[in-house]
């Protein structure tokens, strides 16, 4: 080779190095300047002031309880109380205080970074995870959030079988191991004083519904959806449409709250359409995952269009 050819081929690959040097500056840089979360993508961050996400979604709400945030401003407690009789319930501020006595007072996940990627699946209950083979898929998110009774053994290769989270209030209370967050939904103070009960006393039997009296749980993990939140919910994302939101819609919230990327899994109709649980019959007249109609699924279809969360409808 020439010296002149040479030269030149040095020339174009100094060129190239401070090309790609410059490009790859860059793409940090930009990664960088808007990245909300360590993920690939983070889909709350493609949300402008004003659209139809960010009219709902409010960050200030945390879902989970703890002392400082466990007091309710006027709406939330008017709110709350009107939800059920409430003759005969145990104060409010009585039964929290005596609820933190058993569970650990933590402002919980309040760590979102551009260095956190938190992948959670929130898995429902619906018959259209029948034959899904989802079990792996739902098992590699960080978080797994489970609803009510909804089991996995016996159905791991369509459900999985990691449980991080499981959400109940205290008519639909399983079992959880000793490494599963328990997340009480409660509908009125009594449901706290049942959980404090079914760890003390046993007491509690009786809500308007036979509960169970015992539970096996790891009180340390114990967590309790903070009744602002469920107002919040109820206002902001159903538009008051039904008397109170779904256990499921919670979780779907929750998640969108306490996750960067969320996939949500067993939600809605069968492809037959028929409203069923993968793990039990329920007769047809007994519209269940749903509830309130359609209204909350249509939200959550909503999210889904808006690649807000990752639905995945098992057909
Ligand atoms: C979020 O909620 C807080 C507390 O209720 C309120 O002050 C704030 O205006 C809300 N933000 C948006 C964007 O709606
Ligand atoms: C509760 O709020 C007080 C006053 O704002 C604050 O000093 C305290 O650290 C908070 N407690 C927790 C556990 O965050
Ligand atoms: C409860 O969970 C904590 C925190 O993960 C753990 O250290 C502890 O061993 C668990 N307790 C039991 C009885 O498994
Ligand atoms: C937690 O549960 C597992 C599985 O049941 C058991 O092997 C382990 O000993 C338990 N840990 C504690 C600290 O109780």
């Not at 002149?4 to 860059?26: M, N």
């Not at 009107?82 to 929290?96: A, C, E, H, N, S």
């Not at 959400?167 to 009125?188: M, Q, R, W």
């Not at 996750?259 to 899994?265: G, H, L, N, T």
Request: with cysteine.
């Amino acid at each position: 080779m020439s010296w002149r050819a040479h030269r030149k081929a040095a020339t174009v690959i100094s060129l190239s190095i401070t090309l790609c040097a410059l490009f790859y500056w860059q793409s940090n840089n930009i990664h960088f300047q808007t990245s909300s979360c360590g993920c690939g993508s983070c889909p709350k961050e493609n949300e402008d002031e004003g659209s139809w996400f960010s009219k709902r979604f409010n960050a200030s709400f945390h879902p989970l309880m703890s002392r400082n945030s466990s007091v309710l401003n006027e709406k939330a407690s008017k709110w709350w109380k009107g939800l059920q009789p409430f003759q005969g319930q145990p104060d409010y501020r009585v039964v929290v205080e005596k609820l933190f006595k058993l569970i650990p007072d933590k402002e919980y996940y309040r760590d979102g970074s551009p260095d956190r990627c938190r992948v959670c699946s929130v898995v429902g209950n619906s018959g259209n995870l029948k034959n899904s083979h989802y079990g792996p898929l739902i098992d590699a998110s960080d978080f797994v959030l489970r609803i009510n009774k909804g089991p996995t053994k016996g159905f791991e290769q369509d459900v999985g079988s990691k449980t991080t989270h499981r959400i109940i209030y205290p008519e639909s209370a399983v079992d959880v191991d000793n490494s599963t967050h328990l997340v009480l939904v409660a509908f009125k103070p009594l449901d706290m004083e049942w959980l404090i009960n079914v760890f003390t006393t046993h007491r509690v039997k009786h809500t308007y519904t036979r509960v169970k009296s015992t539970l096996q749980a790891n009180t340390s993990l114990i967590m309790v959806i903070n009744p602002s939140f469920m107002q919040y919910v109820h206002e902001a994302w159903l538009k008051k449409n039904g008397h109170q939101p779904s256990t499921g819609f919670l979780t779907v919230v929750l998640a969108l709250h306490i996750c960067d990327q969320v996939k949500v899994f067993g939600f809605g109709a069968n492809k037959q359409g028929a409203w069923d649980h993968y793990f039990e019959r329920i007769p047809p007249s007994f519209k269940t995952g749903g509830h309130k109609g359609s209204f909350e699924y249509d939200m959550i279809k909503e999210l889904d269009k808006r690649d807000q969360i990752e639905m995945y409808r098992g057909w």
